[in-house]
């Protein structure tokens, strides 16, 4: 099945807000065999919605709008969709029942506008909204479905799961078996990784199709098939599974959609490991993601973000001599962080960072982009230094990354 998205906001298109409510139902919606044809982003302009919504449904069955929903004046989504699918605007009392009890949820006093949330169009059944006051409203035309959503991503993510996906495959009833297999990839830069899987790609029969998912640092690769024959469908996905594990061997480093951060974590608890983190350049960006993880706890102790060359010192016990010599941003340093914080916090194992995020601070010989890092697991420490593009952030996310890898591939060496 094929779906087109149309998001709707001015702040979208002044880039004051950022769209992910297109990425999170693509990518829960590719999993059951639905595919996202076109995402289109249009201004809190009647006719614009009018315009955008009319291409969409002209071209693919299913429609998803999100935004627009509020209930100030400068939110137009329900008139357009009402005047689209004809009827009138009519208060819903059931409607107005869930916005009532929404606000009375979070300790709010229903104000005029927020009443108006209630004025839906007659020609949509609505879905209400369970942690929000804008309803979510179905509409059918033609034997074509179109879903208006919140812009609100919680409120969407939420009621995309417990109603509007459950309610859509019933609508559509598929004949075909779907499956997915993904697998987490490292070493390999997307290119690189074509190539090497060049002939695989080719042998594949038509039905099965490789997708890359490259994130800095890290590669996914879906394997999707879909088969009215589920027995040859599973058979030729564990066949071809087993292929990409000869091919790639150990750059496979998992067989699920898993982040870097989970399987760790999972390898420290199998292990009855504990981690720390001392960081300078990443500025305590190793913790945030390690303790993004629910459990983390129970193996991660904490993290000093030793970001001045005194804390390096007092709290890490890096040699102020070795500082002057070789530079914050060197190898013994990070060794030497690494040993610190392993010592300080009384951990198995630990990863360090130093380096220029920029975009200033560049010295001779170390350009912008220079990161040494280090992994320490059980008395074993290794470091490397990378130099590494981008932005800022994208230098901080990627050096995340790397220090990670380092401590994960220290891990897989353990028996």
Known sequence: MKCSIVVIGDELLIGQVTDTNSAWIARHLAPVGWWVQCVKVVADDYEEIRRAIDEALAHTNVVFTTGGLGPTKDDMTKQALCDYFGGEMRYDEDTAANVLEIVHKRGLKLNEYTRLQAMVPSS?????????????????????????????????????????????????????????????????????????????????????????????????????????????LHTDMDRFSQKLHEILGEAIICDDDKTLSVIIGEMLKQHGLTVSSAESCTGGNIAHVITQVAGSSEYFTGAIVSYSNEVKEHLLGVFNADIMEHGVVSQPVVEQMVEGVSRQLNTDCAVSTSGIAGPGGAVPGKPVGTVWMAAKCKGVVVSQCLHLPGSRNRVINRATTEALKMLYKLLRELK
């Open 124 to 232: 949509c059944r609505v879905i209400q909204n369970q942690v929000g006051t804008a309803p979510i409203m179905w509409f059918e035309k033609n034997n074509k479905v179109l879903v208006s959503l919140p812009g609100v991503p919680h409120e969407t993510e939420t009621m995309m799961e417990r109603e509007v996906i459950p309610q859509l495959l019933s609508r559509f009833n598929s004949e075909e078996d779907i499956e997915h297999r993904t697998f987490i990839v490292i070493d390999y830069i997307e290119s690189a990784l074509a190539m090497k899987l060049d002939d695989f790609e080719k042998s594949l029969p038509e039905y099965l199709h490789l997708a890359y998912l490259p994130e800095p640092g890290i590669m996914r690769l879906r394997l999707s098939g879909a088969s009215r024959d589920s027995h040859r």
